[in-house]
């Protein structure tokens, strides 16, 4: 049965490197519902975290052979339950029909959003949160006609007590240490 | 080493010499000219082979990677110079060969805005490389030539691409040379866990019917000895997929034979009968399963695999043993007990009298007037002392040869197993004799893919490789005209062949030759083509319409393995 996971990979700084990644998923004709790139707390090591829609599996195989190219350090799966993850969302909404309502203040305190900037046209508000949040904040302000709405990849964290990526790194030293 | 000044051109070859390489195989062109003129002056160091076609190159670079377990190293330009190199990296890819490919890229500034010759080779392969990279200043020329041998020749073998823009090639820098040891991002074989080995050898001690498949993990792991040890103290018959052919003498007792869609009856009926299955240095291909959900349905299943993506990706195993075959093979061996399989294996052999009756006694012996393939080859293969290379293409000709051809020793069979790639041959049997000098190259080609690459016999010529080619001709692309009558009605939609005189062709590129087309003359045919010296074209006309046997067919489970149509 196909679900959500979280695919996490942590790579080297390189070129092309997107590109690599990314193909591993369409080439299974999986489609990547949200990707966001960062540096990692390590510096030089980069981190993408990928949305998909599949079978475990699946994903299995394809955090297998996301860890075969060389460039990557390591790859995990998680199921949602596992990490706990935001998204981003900004909605940029007529100054005219929020003048005329009184439902802003509400709506805003409510859904913890905030209010980024006010021009004579457009007020831009900002929320962070899981899609279904987001996404509901937008339902309640498009009866303002919303202009612009753009929501982020997703960021998540594991609830993991341990911190997996240093662990690998520490062992993977320690196993190309003993290769010599 | 004190640095010295060169230019990225003249680093780029210093950096070849420096890990060992002495055959390129290579096609020059406008944005790979700086290199060719650095080669000009080390034409004493390095042998280049100038091919009439990229994909002759670089199947070149892949016959000499597959017979000498080096990288085949081949040079193109850019643009279609770079993409015509792509049949073959895929090639390699799915076949783990190690190939460092260097082709030419337009200058930097012109980088993205389509230039003369410009393809974006490093985005195109990105799917078929182990690793590719993009050099457009000098300075990275040694590390980038030295990361690419690591990583094409550890762990798991496979192609790198360095694409050379003409800027980094032409401007300088002061050269010092260090082999690459590690990649912190990559590890390229994981240390065997004993406990893992521990759990196999448990198995392997208790099974009734155990059965070994072994693969190309075996030759590219140089784990011979290992594996003859393991299946001679545990008694366990071995059976083999294409890509491990000639790991194991074909004469060793406990060799069984060949796995798979036009496999012995024995190893594909029996798969389902096993109680475990000893799966060593293969990925279980479609073509080796068959129907997955029937496959070794009554068996446990060990693999033993240095790719750990390889692991779970067909079969569920019950065991993973995960490492290069050589140390894995060597310690299981150490941890099993003795045993005989006398019983089991004596089941192989009367699955072989059954095929030797319906089947082989026909293509080895035949009656008729009609020449087989069977026959052809399996007499160039005693005329050889069963001691030669084999190359194949790809099509009926190719499982005949298979089947028949004899090996007495490992890495002696080149072909495309993964990408069944028409053409591979005729370029792939020079890589072999420019690879291993010393031994007979036998040639075995269809009349499909010998038109595919023919162009190499100038190669051949010009190299004076002498390599002996072996046309087979039934005027047919065979193999799909077999599925066609079985599978489509006899429906021959565009497989028949009106094919040129190869024979004059050969002798126009300067290649003795001559053509048989009775069985009374095929004994003296192979045998001068044997003799002669220097290369020789050998065609022989074979029954039109003659058939591959045994078969699993596409869908069906090994255990519905048929003998006759």
Partial sequence: MKKEFIVTVYSENHIGLLARITIMFTRRKINIESLTVSESAI???FKFTIVIQETEAQVKKVVGQLEKQIDILKAFYHTNDEMVYQEIALYKVPIEPIYESDDIENMVRNAGARILEITKNYVVIEKTGHKEETQALFEELNKFKVMQFIRSGRVAITRDPIERLSEFLKERDALLDSMD | MTAKKVTGSQALILSLLEEGVDTIFGYPGGAIMPVYDALYDFDQNVKHILTRHEQGAIHGAQGYARVTGKPGV?????????TNLMTGIADAMIDSTPLVCITGQVASPLLGTDAFQESDIVGMSITVTKWNYQVTTPEEIPEAIAQAFYIANSGRPGPVLIDLTKDAQFGELDFEYKKCTKIRSYLPETPVDPHQVKAAAELIDAAKKPLLLFGHGIIIGRAEEELKAFVEKTGIPAAWTIMGLSALPTDHPQNVGMLGMHGNYGPNLLTNEADLIIAVGMRFDDRVTGKVSEYAKKAKIIHLEIDPAEVDKIVKTDVRVVGDAKKSLKMLTANVKENQHSEWLGEFNKCMAIEKEKVIDKDLHPTKPGLTMGEVIRLASEKTNHDAILVTDVGQHQMVAQRYFKFKTSRSNVTSGGLGTMGFCLPASMGAQLGAPDRTIIAVIGDGGFQMTIQELGTIAQNKLPVKIIVLNNNFLGMVRQWQQ????????????????????????????HKVEKREDLDAGVQKMIDHDGPYLLEVVIEKEDNVFPMVP?????SDVLLEP
């Fill in chain 1, 43 to 45: 510096k030089g090591i």
């Fill in chain 2, 74 to 82: 081949c040079f193109a330009t850019s643009g279609p110079g770079a």
């Fill in chain 2, 554 to 558: 596409t869908g069906a489970s090994v």
């Fill in chain 2, 486 to 513: 079985l599978f489509f009605d006899k429906r021959y939609s565009f497989t028949e062949l009106q094919n040129p005189d190869f024979i004059m062709i050969g002798k126009g590129f300067g290649i003795e030759g």
